[in-house]
């Protein structure tokens, strides 16, 4: 790499442990010195010996010396983070403050997070950081809080009228007015041992045993406790959580819930998909997945995102979401061969094994309901037909009694 007239040339050590770097005059000149036949007469006006670094760095008084002797070539278990500028090598602040004509052992290494931040500096690199639960998100403001609790749980399979929890996980925390999160208050966490075994695939995802469940079961009266003076509960596909949820702890039949798959419209953001462990990533971060208390701190992270078209959080633009009213409109008996045009317009089929109808729905907007109903009147029923309809709040939406 050459600049303003200097040379300075960097190749690995044999034993690849660092980089040997020499320090020259005169670009593209060879190495001057006493002997002339060696390195060639002098020619005038060039300056023909070797440069000495005049200003270089003295080690901590922890680091020992180079030998007397190694004045002209240094060799550096770890070289530092250099910047060529217009007639000196630039090193970092550590380096400085010495006179000495001979390099030292340059030992000190940069710690993971200046490297990691170096790199977070360049187009070419992503850097992902373990998730670190914290407490605090926005320090406090005097603005009057609310409560809510993320929830999780891990199942013996799919199906909430016979499948079993066999992990819940839940994280407390605080939110502004404006939707940022305040801080994490507590968390809830437990294991309940199924009436059958865990089936392989469940623990191959989730990496809980018959062993880590014998003996748990699920304490209504703490469970209770904890989600009492919460005001909403919030999970990553609520459809699932809360039907489970409602067998177990009656209490949150009466919840508002909120769901941070599909109340937040994450492709209209910017974001390809909704699964947690992608949102996480990036937010710059991982965490182990499928167990419950760790999904619930990742899905804190994820709601306190800022949106920056918005110039507003995950968390503000979901519970605005998860307010308004909704009505459920279902296609009865509707035609069998116009199913698939039913699922392109984003119905959902409900098989009746629950108590409802078993029929194909489709949650619209409170105000968009009869716009729908004209369209199933229209092209799938073809008639004046009489549509059923549901309104729907965060109080049963997601709930297995709808």
């Known amino acids: 790499m050459a600049f303003d007239g200097y040379v300075v040339a960097s190749t690995p050590r044999g034993d690849g442990e660092g980089l040997t770097f020499q320090f020259g005059l005169q670009k593209g000149s060879k190495p001057p010195g006493r002997d002339a036949k060696r390195h060639g007469p002098r020619e005038p006006g060039r ?4 440069a000495r670094l005049r200003s270089i760095a003295r080690p901590s008084s922890s680091e020992a010396l180079p030998p007397p002797g190694a004045r002209k070539l240094g060799t550096y278990p770890q070289a530092p983070q250099c910047r060529i500028r217009s007639d000196r090598v630039s090193l970092p602040a550590t380096y400085h403050n010495a006179s000495i004509a001979s390099p030292p052992d340059m030992t000190v290494q940069p710690t993971l997070a200046e490297i990691a ?11 992902l950081r373990r998730l670190v639960p914290r407490a605090e998100f926005t320090p406090p403001t005097g603005q009057p809080e609310k409560i809510a609790i993320l929830l999780d749980v891990e199942t013996t399979g799919l199906d909430a009228a016979k499948d079993e929890i066999i992990e819940l996980g839940m994280v407390k925390f605080s939110y502004l007015p404006n939707g940022r999160i305040g801080r994490a ?17 469940i623990t191959a995802l989730t990496g809980i045993t018959d062993a880590m469940v014998a003996g748990h ?26 039907k489970f949820m409602e067998r177990c702890a009656p209490l949150f039949v009466l919840k508002a819930w909120a769901c941070s798959v599909s109340e937040v419209e994450w492709r209209r953001h910017g974001f390809e998909g909704s699964r947690l462990s992608y949102l996480l990533v990036k937010a710059g971060l991982f965490h182990e997945a499928h ?3 760790d999904d619930c701190q990742a899905l804190l992270e994820i709601l306190a995102m800022p949106l920056p078209e918005l110039d507003r959080t995950v968390l503000s633009v979901l519970l605005e979401r998860a307010r308004r009213r909704t009505i459920r409109v279902w296609a009865e008996q509707s035609p069998f061969e116009l199913k698939d045009a039913l699922k392109r317009r984003g119905y959902r089929w409900s098989d009746g094994a629950d108590g409802r109808p078993r029929s194909w729905y489709i949650d619209v907007d409170d105000g968009n309901q009869a716009a729908e109903i004209a369209y ?6 073809q008639r004046d037909a009489e549509i059923r309809t549901q309104i729907l709040t965060a109080f049963d939406r997601f709930s297995a009694r709808i």
């Open 185 to 201: 208050i507590d968390i809830f966490s437990c294991f309940n041992q199924p009436s059958i075994a865990i089936p392989g695939e």
């Open 217 to 242: 079961s699920l304490d209504e009266e703490r469970i209770n406790a904890f989600a009492s003076d919460a005001v909403v509960v919030i999970a990553h596909n609520a459809g699932f959580d809360r």
């Open 376 to 381: 199933l009147q229209e092209t799938i029923y």
């Open 291 to 293: 167990r419950a208390v």
């Open 47 to 50: 300056i023909q010996r070797r």
């Open 117 to 127: 931040a170096m790199l977070e500096q360049s187009p070419d690199y992503r850097v």
